[in-house]
């Protein structure tokens, strides 16, 4: 016969608080004031403000990103390596910030300052791209989640 134990208080009082842990990201994120808060700028010579001399903020006045800058496509995959190919191709740098090769089995390296390979893998969670920039990529494997396409070996240099 299985008895069925009252819950102890102790255990809902850390339930009750870890949920409120949980929740306060939501809550910070969605209470945010208005921050367009100017202070004059300070005469350090005399200990005075100055004179604010810029016009205030127009209501017509438009903030944040525009259309084209929040639209962004994830690229993972062989669209992430193709993408960090095309953005390396013509550096003139050394390493990680250099030039990137294309080999013949569709991989993407570079080459270290002793002049071996380093192979280069995407980002386990993507590059976030823009969408103007990522069009050219749509066909690959990992354009915004897409788990089909094609991949690198179509575009390496013939054996």
């Given at each position: 016969m299985d008895k069925i134990y009252p819950q102890p208080k102790a255990s809902r009082k850390i339930a009750l608080l870890l949920s409120a842990l949980l929740m306060s990201p939501l809550f910070t994120a969605c209470g945010g004031g208005s921050r367009n808060e100017v202070t004059a700028p300070r005469d350090t010579r005399a200990g005075q403000t100055a004179p604010n001399t810029s016009r205030p903020a127009s209501p017509q006045a438009r903030k944040g990103l525009s259309t084209g800058q929040k639209v962004a496509i994830t690229l993972a995959?062989?669209?992430?390596?193709?993408?960090l190919y095309n953005k390396h191709k013509s550096k003139q740098a050394e390493g990680a910030q250099?030039?990137?090769?294309?080999?013949k089995n569709g991989r993407v390296y570079y080459r270290d300052a002793?002049?071996?390979?380093?192979?280069?893998?995407?980002?386990?969670?993507?590059?976030?791209?823009?969408e103007s920039e990522a069009q050219q990529y749509r066909d690959f494997?990992?354009?915004?989640?897409?788990?089909?396409?094609?991949d690198l070996t179509d575009l390496a240099p013939a054996q």
């Open positions: 995959g062989a669209a992430a390596l193709y993408y250099g030039k990137y090769y294309l080999s002793q002049g071996k390979a380093q192979w280069v893998t995407p980002p386990p969670g993507g590059i976030q791209v823009p494997k990992g354009y915004n989640g897409k788990s089909t396409g094609r």
